[in-house]
């Protein structure tokens, strides 16, 4: 599985954005998705998860009711939809997948496979 992440950007707070990751690989259908993000100088950390089939998601509390993750495995595609920015969430977003579930997805060493970053600058 390769990805690519798009859609980051700057952004004032309280503003939204959304990232998107295409994937390619006939195995994305049956991987869970991710995204993490880091911002500079701390650790890469978990943001959100979907089950493959979408009927699971996992957020990190620090997004929950801010952020939306969404798939659509026709367009092997995932999203991240952010609303609410905050500039505590300036960061490197990163697109992940694994063969896992949404909880342990949290675990970046449980992550099979990394996109390249996307940079999401939110000023105050």
């Known amino acids: 599985v390769q990805l690519q992440a798009s859609g980051g950007g700057l952004v004032q707070a309280g503003g939204s954005l959304r990232l998107s990751c295409a994937a390619s690989?006939?195995?994305?259908?049956?991987?869970?998705m991710g995204w993490f993000r880091q911002a500079p100088g701390k650790e890469r950390v978990f943001v959100a998860a979907i089950l493959w089939s979408g009927g699971s998601t996992n957020y990190a509390d620090s997004v929950k009711g801010r952020f939306t993750i969404s798939r659509d495995n026709a367009e092997n595609t995932m999203y991240l939809q952010m609303n609410s920015l905050k500039p505590e969430d300036t960061a490197v977003y990163y697109c992940?997948?694994?063969?896992?579930?949404?909880?342990?997805?949290?675990?970046?060493?449980?992550?099979?496979?990394w996109g390249q970053g996307t940079q999401v600058t939110v000023s105050s």
């Open positions: 992940a997948a694994a063969f896992t579930t949404v909880q342990a997805m949290a675990i970046p060493e449980r992550v099979n496979y």
């Open positions: 690989g006939r195995t994305f259908s049956r991987c869970t």
